[in-house]
């Protein structure tokens, strides 16, 4: 506002100098050749006749601007103080003490900053929205979601897996918010009992983003939840996602091999997605640029320039199995594929482990043992399975307890029986407490637990027979595989979790 006030201001005090010097020109031009002492006089009165206007012009011009700031100053008197800026998070950031300390600094901050933007008179929805999707890239969101309620709309983001609240506004900002959405998203703004899919690109310090748009009508409103894909992502180091040394070091050898495929397991939310994109960087670092990477992935949600990338597209008809096809003919040296999902795609990676290519790809199985029956359920052979894979990595993630004030804590009977059928001998064990650095949660960050299962002649002989996943889970223990229940086991008893958490995330099962 005080910025147009001010060119409006510039041009009109340039019109009235201009009038100004006309007016005296003209009186000059018109009576100096007759009598200059005549002129003079003329010109004098030409001068007051254009004074007078041009006095009475900046004297109400005075006034408007003076209203004017003064409605500005009382209007920043209400908003809330600028938004601090800093560093911005990866959303494939490893969670690791100071990362949760920033996320959660961050996350009061901004909540604070839109709470005093919706609590104005009139809110500036423009404003409210951009500040919230800056905050959630800055944050390395994967995801926004508002959620209306009977007492107001709800705003959360996903960071690095688990949903955090921002903030709740209140209900007669919601259907300004969800058009501000859909102007965005080139949406229709009177379909309010339909579903509608769209998206819009938003640029930050960080790079532009591309903002994938969900709304689904519910009985308080509209709800969407938007999801962030990022490009210029910073990728984990591999030394940082919390494996084991020992297994660490078998890990990186088995990147190294030729050909094969790796299978990464776990539930959603599990931290699949940032050990694949680690393991790239590896493979990309280690090997350098005579090694060729390509990705297929529905969605592409990082942009990484070290490797190509695909997007499926189900809707035309360019699927997970199509994709590997075409990404083939490009002869590349290691091939992510982002999930598992149907036989075809399940056949195509077998086949191309085989033929001289690494592939590490993601499946839903309980457990390391359980990725073999769960893809001979899809329709692989298990000969081929057994010939093409070099190893599977189950893993989970749990909360870190805070090392601040975290303390000795006994275990219940309950637990101390868990422990007992899995062969499992009890021990010293932590628990949380609360502090000023934690919040008083008594965690602080996550850590990821692994099994891994490398494939050995006993097990890939198992594997063709058709063994039952118990059986060869039973194997790889004889051979030295550590199952998640007792790696967790083994954090718990080092302090870095409880084992409540471990029991929550893995069961009882060894």
């Known amino acids: 506002m005080i910025a147009l006030m001010s060119k409006t201001a510039r041009f009109l005090w340039g019109l009235a100098g201009l009038v100004l010097v006309a007016s005296v020109a003209w009186g000059l031009y018109r009576h100096l050749p007759q009598d200059v002492g005549a002129a003079v006089q003329q010109g004098r009165l ?12 900046s004297a109400g011009l005075a006034l408007v601007l003076g209203l004017g700031a003064s409605a500005a100053s009382k209007l920043s008197s209400r908003a809330p103080p600028p938004l601090a800026k800093r560093p911005a998070l990866s959303p494939l950031e490893v969670v690791n003490e100071d990362v949760a300390i920033a996320v959660r600094e961050m996350l009061v901050e901004l909540g604070q900053y839109l709470r005093g933007v919706a609590s104005q008179p009139e809110p500036d929805i423009i404003l409210f929205m951009d500040t ?64 509608q899919d769209g998206h819009f690109p938003f640029a930050t310090q960080e790079g532009p983003a591309d903002i994938r748009i969900s709304i689904l009508p519910t009985n308080h409103g509209e709800a969407v939840a938007l999801r962030i894909a990022r490009s210029g992502v910073r990728l984990p180091q591999l030394t940082a996602l919390g494996f084991p040394p020992a297994l660490h070091e078998k890990y990186r050898q088995l990147l190294g091999l030729p050909q094969g495929v790796i299978f990464v397991a776990g539930a959603t939310g599990s931290g699949k997605t940032t050990s694949l994109y680690a393991s790239l960087g590896y493979i990309k670092e280690s090997r350098g640029a005579l090694t060729r990477i390509a990705s297929i992935e529905d969605p592409v949600e990082f942009d990484v320039p070290l490797f190509a990338q695909t997007q499926v597209n ?71 399975l057994a010939s093409a894979t070099v190893a599977t990595l189950s893993q989970r993630l749990v909360r870190a307890l805070c090392p601040h004030c975290r303390t000795p804590s006994p275990i219940s009977p309950e637990e101390v029986a868990r422990l007992d059928a899995a062969g499992i001998a009890s021990g010293t064990f932590y628990g949380p407490v609360g502090c000023e650095r934690c919040g008083g949660s008594g965690y602080l960050g996550r850590t990821a637990i692994y099994e891994m299962l490398t494939v050995s002649p006993a097990l890939r002989d198992g594997i063709s027979e058709k063994l039952p996943s118990p059986r060869l889970h039973e194997i790889a223990k004889s051979e030295g595989m550590v199952p998640l229940l007792a790696a967790g086991v083994e954090r718990a008893r080092a302090g870095a979790t409880t084992l409540r958490e471990v029991f929550r995330v893995v069961g009882g099962g060894a």
């Open 46 to 57: 030409y001068l007051g006749a254009a004074v007078t206007p041009l006095f009475l012009m």
């Open 132 to 195: 919230l999707m800056d905050g959630a890239i800055r944050l390395g969101a994967s995801d926004v979601h508002i959620h209306p309620l009977e007492a107001g709309t709800r705003i959360a983001f996903r960071v690095h897996g688990v949903l955090e609240e921002v903030l709740t506004i209140p209900r007669e900002v919601h259907p300004r918010l969800i058009n501000r959405i859909k102007v965005l998203g080139k949406l229709t703004l009177y379909k309010l009992d339909k579903p």
């Open 314 to 384: 189900s809707e035309q008809g360019f699927t997970f199995a199509q994709g590997l096809r075409s990404v083939l003919r490009q002869d590349p040296n290691v091939i992510m594929v982002g999930e598992i999902r149907d036989p075809e795609t399940a056949r195509t990676a077998i086949q191309a482990g085989l033929s001289g290519h690494l592939i590490l790809t993601t499946i839903h199985a309980n457990s390391a043992a359980g990725v073999f029956n769960r893809l001979i359920e899809m329709g692989v052979e298990p000969f081929l």
